[in-house]
Structures are given as structure tokens and as C-alpha cells.
């Protein structure tokens, strides 16, 4: 490609370790710990050893210690044991006394009514259940202190919790870390709107880019990246305020325009929240141009071609063999969406009545194309950088969510959500962008 297309990167989303207040909405990497594992996390002040977006982090670091009825109540570690049905997520606490008498007579830790449920605590010793919390009759001096724990079922992520010390007649409840209460997820996705709609449908994808996100309480805010297919989850505290915006230039080269609201705003957060999508619409004209004109440099090969490679596969004339052919036609069934192209038992001859078929309407050379382009793409043909002799997977990749999903739509089988017939008729009718991508590629 020549220097005028700006290779487009982003950073991988760090893995989120921590759920909010659904715990198996947010796993923290079951399938990736061994049986009987344990992994610790420790303080949120050192930051450097843990994964858990700024964002969240920050606000909960003042629930970390607090001095509750003069004993200094400190959250000490939250820690995982096990995997898949058998995880169990501990927290951990260090109560200790101040020097102002009389001592503790009593401490309480609320119950997380957001977790899987409760497995066990400790000390097991004049403890009970009481009203929704864990109560030890633990007399600790003015001058000792006393640890404390609560385990869970499963992966259970940090939130705030009521802890109440009692010493005498003197009693006081503050808030500290604990599970999972009062967090909660922002979820969204930068998708590419093949319709036309400005509301995402589930065929509808995205793919990686980034979204920021404003804390209106402190002003600060925070540049994260989306998942592959261009979704995005956020936690946050109860209470606060956040807006989420984008750019308006999805990839950073010109070819996806933002179309939806460019912020969006949240106040008052007292749940979970879907939705926060933003919609990108394709500049087809401007991509037609430059790959017209060589701005964007392809090494495609046309329909024609792909009708030889498959009608002699396994023979001299053809780069594949049949079970190769197999395996790319295969790949390309496990693209985006299960649509347009399950090609049965008979994959080889499915491909060739798609790819030869006469031209009898724009849906018949909408298919022919597209079934090009991602066998051009699967086979490392498609857009690529001259100057590093590298295909440039995220132009290749959203042209054919961009194409699947209008095939979808055309063909009557999404049909989720609001559809612009028109648009999408208009887009289906047109095949420039993929005749332009393979080259002289139709056969009519």
C-alpha cells in the first residue's frame, strides 16, 4: 500500500479479571487456570501487579483501609482456588486495634448477595449468620488484631461492602472492599452498520478499535480497546457518572465514518448497561477510488481464477489439492456469520454453482463477488503494505463483516432488529467495492 493508507493498530483489550455484580458475566480466566490453582490478587495500590481497568480501580482504592469505630479494618488480598465448578474466590481482611479502649466486642462483614453463594468464613469460632451478615464474637484488644476471611462459589470480582465493629456500647458501619456489590458493567460495541439502521443488529459486527471513557465525578479519563469483534465492558462504581465517546474514523484510514451519537452519556449508574454501541457506516465510494486508483494495493485474484483452482483441484492445473480446497472452502463457512455460505457435504461443488451461476440479479453477483473476496482473504490474498509485504488484515477483515452481513440481510435471513430495506437493497444492487477489490472478476 502506498503511504497515503495509514496502517491502523491498537493495543488488545488487557483481560478483565475481575466480574462485576453478574460474576459469571466477567470470568476471571477459569478455563485458563489449572485444578486446584490459586491466584492472588493483592492491594489495588500496587497497580503494576494487577489487570483491573484504571477506571475501576481508582475509586475502589479508597475502600481498601478505613478506621472503623478505632480499629483500623484493612482489606488484605482477594484470592481464587480451583477452576470451572469448584472456583472459589476469597477475601481476606486485617482487623486491628488503635489503642482506645474498650476493645472490640463484635465485627461484621455484609453478605454479597450478588455472588454464586457462600462457602465458608473464618474464624469458624464464634462466628454466626445474622441478618444478612457474618458475625464473630471476637473480643480483639485495643492493642492486637485479628484476621478474618469470607469465601465464595466461583470467580467473584470486587465491589463494596458494610463492615461494622462494635466495642462496648459504641458501634459504627463503614463501607470496604469486598464482592462484587455496587459494581456493575458498561457494554457496548463499535460495529460496522451495514444497514443503514444506526441500531446494531446481532449480525452486525465490529472489529478492534477503542473507546474512551470519561468519570465525570473525578475528570479523568481512560482509553481502552474493544475485543476482536469490536465489543467493549467497563466496571464501574454505583453512583457514578461516565460518558463513553469515540472517534469518528473507526479504523484511522478514512473507511468507516461514525454514524451514531459520538458520546454517549451514563449518570447515575445503579445497574448493569447494555447498549452503548456506536455505529460506523462504509465510505464505499472512497474505497472503490483508492483501490481504483492504487492507493490501496491488492493481490487478489478474480472469480475466474477461483473456478479454475477448484474445477482442478488436485490436478496440474490447479494450486490445491482437493482436500486443500476443502479446507479453505471450510474456512470460509466459519467466517462472520453462519450466512451466506454453508456449503454442505459437497463443498467443492456448492462453491462452483455460486461462483458460475448466471447473473440474474444483483443478490446472484453481490454472492459471486463476495465469495471471492474471502477466498482471496483466507488464502492470504487481499489488501496488503508494500513496503513490509504484509496483508493488512484489518482493512481485509471489515470488508467482509461489512459485505456478510448485507448478504445476510439481502438474502431475508437476519432479520433481527430494525432493517433498512432500501439501504440495504442499494448496497446489495452495487458490487463495485468487491469487483474492485478482486479485479475483473465477474462472470455473467
Given amino acids: 500500500m502506498k503511504k497515503h493508507l495509514a496502517l491502523f493498530t491498537v493495543m488488545a483489550l488487557a483481560a478483565i479479571l475481575f466480574s462485576g455484580c453478574e460474576p459469571v458475566d466477567e470470568p476471571f480466566n477459569a478455563n485458563d487456570t489449572e485444578e486446584n490453582s490459586i491466584i492472588s490478587t493483592p492491594p489495588l495500590t500496587k497497580q503494576s501487579e494487577t489487570n483491573l481497568q484504571p477506571l475501576f480501580a481508582g475509586p475502589l482504592e479508597e475502600f481498601e483501609i478505613d478506621t472503623i469505630n478505632a480499629y483500623e479494618v484493612k482489606f488484605l488480598q482477594r484470592e481464587t482456588k480451583g477452576s470451572g465448578e469448584d472456583m472459589t474466590t476469597t477475601f481476606s481482611y486485617l482487623v486491628s486495634g488503635t489503642g482506645e479502649t474498650p476493645g472490640m466486642d463484635s465485627f461484621y462483614l455484609e453478605i454479597a448477595d450478588c455472588t454464586l453463594g457462600l462457602v465458608s468464613w473464618t474464624p469458624t469460632e464464634s462466628s454466626k449468620l445474622l441478618d444478612g451478615t457474618i458475625k464473630w464474637n471476637s473480643s480483639v484488644t485495643s492493642t492486637s488484631s485479628q484476621e478474618f476471611s469470607v469465601t465464595y462459589k466461583g470467580d467473584v470480582g470486587f465491589g463494596i461492602v458494610n463492615s461494622t465493629v462494635v466495642r462496648g456500647s459504641l458501634e459504627e458501619t463503614k463501607s470496604i472492599l469486598g464482592p462484587c456489590k455496587d459494581s456493575f458493567t458498561l457494554k457496548g460495541n463499535n460495529y460496522i452498520d451495514s444497514n443503514d439502521s444506526k441500531t446494531k443488529q446481532a449480525s452486525e459486527s465490529g472489529i478492534f478499535s477503542s473507546v474512551n471513557i470519561l468519570d465525570n465525578g473525578t475528570g479523568k479519563d481512560y482509553e481502552i480497546s474493544t475485543m476482536a469483534d469490536g465489543s467493549y465492558s467497563v466496571l464501574v462504581l454505583k453512583g457514578g457518572s461516565y460518558s463513553l465517546s469515540v472517534e469518528s474514523d473507526l479504523l484511522g484510514d478514512g473507511n468507516y465514518t461514525l454514524v451514531t451519537a459520538d458520546v454517549l452519556n451514563n449518570d447515575n449508574v445503579q445497574e448493569n448497561i447494555a447498549g452503548q454501541n456506536f455505529g460506523f457506516d462504509a465510505n464505499d465510494s472512497k474505497m472503490i477510488n483508492d483501490l481504483e486508483n492504487g492507493e490501496i494495493t491488492v493481490n487478489t485474484e478474480p472469480t475466474k481464477f477461483w ?133 475483473t472478476g465477474g462472470v455473467n
Fill in 307 to 439: 473456478i479454475e483452482q477448484i474445477r482442478h483441484a488436485g490436478k496440474k492445473n490447479s494450486n490445491y489439492t482437493v482436500q486443500e480446497m476443502e479446507d479453505l472452502l471450510t474456512e470460509v463457512e466459519e467466517l462472520y456469520l453462519d450466512e451466506p455460505f454453508q456449503l454442505g457435504a459437497n463443498k467443492l461443488n456448492s462453491a462452483m454453482e455460486i461462483l458460475t451461476r448466471p447473473i440474474k440479479s444483483d443478490l446472484d453477483l453481490f454472492l459471486q463477488q463476495l465469495l471471492t473476496a474471502e477466498l482471496n482473504i483466507k488464502s492470504g490474498r487481499g489488501a496488503y503494505d508494500q513496503n513490509v509485504e504484509n496483508q493488512i488484515d484489518v482493512f481485509n477483515n471489515a470488508l467482509l463483516i461489512y459485505s456478510e452481513a448485507i448478504a445476510c440481510f439481502e438474502m431475508g435471513i437476519c432479520t433481527d432488529g430494525q432493517i433498512s430495506t432500501e439501504a440495504v437493497t442499494n448496497k446489495a444492487s452495487n458490487s463495485n467495492l468487491l469487483l474492485s477489490f478482486n479485479g
